[in-house]
């Protein structure tokens, strides 16, 4: 079935760094890509969406690039800041779109320290 | 605009009890989502609904997991009898549909004890 699976935590960094968070996934046909974020207290919320190949979702200084070649969705920022800590989401919906029900990666706990 | 609405926030209840969450989505949202989310996994989806019609219940499961939306409208996911493992974060999540964003509520966080 489809899975997604992403990067182990916590992820500790320093305010400024650069952040990458991999993501890769497995499913049959076109799926959407997604990146949803859970800031702490809060409930999750969309950060980026890619639909198709080689598109790149980007959103509060973040970027994702769909790669069906590597079956990746990897999370990236050049500077993050104390604020973009949280737990980070990779997910997928199957069916291209975002209709279905998504299918979530374990999660990421991004710490970031002043 | 208002978010998605879950009630209660928070439940603790013995094993082989029952529980009822409530989900009220955003306005007009004609697709509803329950997910569980186990501490340190992702959210699994468990039903969708489009308007008072199930889409996909594949992961719910049915011996002990029941959900209604009769209206079309809010919506009721219950458990009956409750087990250990049901504990988790039940979250409700709405969308327009078609290619439209999910948007998630605040959860219930339930205990079984």
């Known amino acids: 079935g489809d899975s997604v699976t992403q990067m182990e935590g916590p992820v500790t960094l320093s305010e400024e760094a650069f952040l990458t968070i991999n993501c890769t996934y497995t499913?049959?046909?076109?799926?959407?890509l997604f990146w949803y974020v859970q800031y702490p207290g809060e409930g999750l919320q969309l950060l980026l969406k890619a639909t198709k190949a080689d598109d790149k979702g980007s959103n509060k200084g973040f970027e994702a690039t769909y790669r069906k070649e590597t079956t990746s969705f990897h999370l990236e920022k050049g500077s993050v800041q104390v604020s973009d800590s949280a737990v980070y989401f990779c997910a997928l919906s199957p069916k291209g779109g975002g209709a279905d029900g998504l299918t979530f990666g374990k999660g990421t706990h991004l710490i970031i320290q002043p | 605009e208002a978010g998605v609405a879950q009630s209660p926030r928070y439940k603790i209840i013995e094993k082989r009890q029952s529980v009822a969450f409530w989900c009220n989505p955003i306005?007009?949202?004609?697709?509803l989502y329950w997910y569980q989310q186990i501490l340190g996994q992702g959210p699994k989806l468990l039903i969708q609904f489009q308007n008072n019609g199930v889409v996909d219940d594949s992961q719910l499961p049915k011996d002990r997991f029941s959900a209604e939306r009769l209206k079309g409208v809010d919506s009721t996911l219950k458990i009956q009898p409750a087990k250990l493992e049901d504990s988790a974060v039940y979250l409700c999540?709405?969308?327009?549909?078609?290619?439209?964003?999910?948007?998630f509520g605040p959860g219930t966080r339930l205990t079984v004890l």
């Open positions: 306005s007009g949202h004609a697709t």
């Open positions: 999540a709405s969308s327009l549909g078609g290619v439209d964003t999910q948007y």
């Open positions: 499913a049959t046909g076109y799926p959407s």
